[in-house]
């Protein structure tokens, strides 16, 4: 598993379980450092790859060609997830609408009463976040809401940044 950031692999008793070891890395969001990890993981003939990607191009992920490798809350540049993608690298994605979820929140939240809605979230230059972040627009838009910049903090990279949030205004 090449995951961000290191926290809690809630899988990995089941896997021992099953006689199954879990190999975990953390790429701390550096492509560079992905690449290293992906091919440290090869190298090491894991049986297959569950990859949370830094999300920058990574057609490289083909050295993996023979192994599962399955993506996992974004895709990747280069990489195929629609079979219909001829000559990109065919790899498996898991992952949810963000931007419709982020729209379902919003307005679960508007159709409660809500009005004064905000936004915490990662860089908008992470694709799954800024999904979410035009989601949390479309909603407010959609339900005659102002956007107040002042409750958006879409820049929340960390857990310290995302605990604190929008908690100064």
């Known amino acids: ?25 953390s790429t701390h969001r550096d492509h560079a450092q992905e690449r290293a990890v992906v091919r440290r993981m090869l190298q090491r003939r894991v049986a297959g790859l569950l990859v949370v990607p830094t999300g920058q191009a990574s057609a490289w992920l083909s050295t993996g060609r023979g192994r ?45 009463g809500h009005s004064r809605i905000a936004y915490v979230g990662d860089s908008a230059l992470v694709p799954t976040s800024a999904a979410r972040l035009g989601g949390y627009h479309d909603a407010l838009r959609v339900h005659g809401l102002q956007v107040r910049d ?4 879409a820049a929340a990279a960390t857990p310290r940044s995302r605990s604190t949030g929008c908690a100064g205004e």
């Open 1 to 25: 598993i090449v995951v961000a950031r290191l926290q809690h692999v809630p899988f990995e008793a089941e896997m021992a379980r099953h006689g199954r070891a879990v190999l975990v890395a």
């Open 68 to 112: 599962p490798t399955v993506l996992v809350d974004r895709g990747v540049l280069g990489a195929a997830t629609d079979p219909r993608d001829i000559g990109l690298v065919d790899i498996d994605l898991v992952d949810i609408d963000d931007r419709q979820a982020a729209f379902d929140a919003v307005t679960h939240l508007i159709n409660h």
């Open 150 to 153: 002042d409750l958006v903090a």
